[in-house]
């Protein structure tokens, strides 16, 4: 597995993750689950959703060293 998710698109992710879990608490909504995905896509460096696609937005990143945390 390789990181395809860059520092952009991770820092993108980590908030809106954490805006969606907050707004399904004060909401009491399921969808707030939808928000831990982004999170831990953001975590691992890997979207699955990615992989058909072959999209990948760490190319310009310094994943190697310690950018995504993947091993790349």
Known sequence: MTCNVG???????AIAGIAIIIAGIV???W???IGAVLLF???IGWCPAYVPFKLDTS???S??????GCGK
């Open 41 to 43: 896509t953001a975590a």
């Open 63 to 68: 994943c190697g060293s310690g950018g995504c």
């Open 31 to 33: 969808f707030g689950a």
């Open 27 to 29: 909401y009491g909504s």
């Open 59 to 61: 190319k310009n990143d």
């Open 7 to 13: 520092k952009t698109d991770k820092a993108i992710r």
